[in-house]
């Protein structure tokens, strides 16, 4: 089965474009003020309706409030939301939209557990542990950490590029990827090469299998 591409941070119209053209199946705008890929709702309008259908747009959040998460939802079209701060299950599964939730990995034990405290999640998601920032890293962790028996979908993050995703491909067999600076010439501004790049180092996995 394939595994699927979302390109998260985006922030402008001519990135989202580029994203669908190079056959990106998620988009993520991100809703968290101190991240330097942060979109108002205003701009969040706008990049929504440059996706067309059958691409997903994915609503990124770190510990909002419910009253934060219902604003965006009041005005932009998303089609999940993705928690990436400390936020429970009753939490995450109020707002009447399936949902993943992240975790920064730091032992094996965490991803079994967030399995077991996110059942209604629509998938968990793994990224490097920082202790200070909330994904966004840059850096990868130990994929031998993941294991291989899950109850619901595993979406890989952190540290990925062109370079690098074929492998981790191969080896996690993730059920999604997700990337943003490996795909970007500066924060916040994708590159279109880079892009490309990475979504054929996906499918070339697919094609050797």
């Known amino acids: 089965m394939s595994t699927r591409v979302k390109i998260c941070g985006l922030t402008r119209v ?19 003020a101190p991240s330097p890929r942060s979109v108002s709702i205003a701009q969040a309008e706008v990049l929504a309706r440059h996706v067309p259908a059958f691409v997903s747009v994915v609503g990124l959040f770190v510990n909002p409030t419910e009253g934060e998460v219902r604003e965006v939802l009041d005005r932009v079209p998303l089609d999940l939301l993705q928690f990436h701060g400390d936020e429970s299950a009753e939490f995450c599964g109020q707002f009447g939209r399936r949902w993943i939730k992240a975790i920064r990995v730091r032992q094996k034990d965490q991803i079994q557990a967030a399995f077991n405290e996110y059942r209604q999640a629509s998938g968990i998601l793994v990224d490097a542990w920082d202790p200070e920032r909330y994904g966004g890293t840059g850096q990868s962790f130990n994929w031998d950490l993941i294991p291989s028996d899950r109850p619901m979908p595993l979406i890989l993050a952190g540290g990925l590029t062109s370079d690098n995703v074929f492998r981790a491909v191969e080896q996690v067999k993730p059920w999604a990827v997700d990337v943003s600076g490996g795909v970007e010439r500066s924060k916040g501004v994708k590159d279109i090469e880079k892009i490309s790049d990475f979504i054929n180092e996906v499918r070339r996995v697919c094609k050797t299998d």
């Open 14 to 32: 001519e990135d989202v474009e580029s994203a669908v053209e190079s056959g990106a199946d998620a988009l993520g705008l991100v809703f968290y």
